[in-house]
């Protein structure tokens, strides 16, 4: 009933920048955080950002002041602006919400995840 939908991965040089995007639809209440995480290979996922309903973000060290979150709550929508990417940013990134399907409680859903790969 509920679907988010990645999008904006892609190949770019050290340096260079990406924007990831990713809406949710279908049945929903309201959406309470939504965030970010990415798996290198070898690695454990992570969680790179968080934004809440009410526009407080918190970020993994390794991409402060690099990336930032930020939401679209008329369209569903989170974003992660990605500046001066290293080559340790190669990752699958997931997108995460908490949505309220109705008003009693909420559950993590998970988009389908998205290649980001940063060339030396």
């Known amino acids: 009933q509920v679907q988010l939908v990645t999008s904006g991965g892609g190949l770019v040089q050290a340096g260079g920048s990406l924007r990831l995007s990713c809406s949710a639809s279908?049945?929903?209440?309201?959406?309470?955080?939504m965030g970010w995480y990415r798996q290198a290979p070898g690695k454990q996922r992570e969680l790179v950002a968080v934004i809440t309903d009410g526009g407080n973000t918190n970020y993994a060290d390794s991409v402060k002041g690099r990336f930032t979150i930020s939401r679209d709550n008329a369209k569903n929508t989170v974003y992660l602006q990605m500046n001066s990417l290293k080559p340790e940013d190669t990752a699958v990134y997931y997108c995460?919400?908490?949505?309220?399907?109705?008003?009693?409680?909420?559950?993590?859903?998970w988009g389908q995840g998205t290649q980001v790969t940063v060339s030396s």
């Open positions: 995460n919400a908490d949505i309220r399907v109705h008003r009693f409680g909420s559950r993590d859903y």
């Open positions: 279908g049945t929903i209440f309201s959406i309470n955080a």
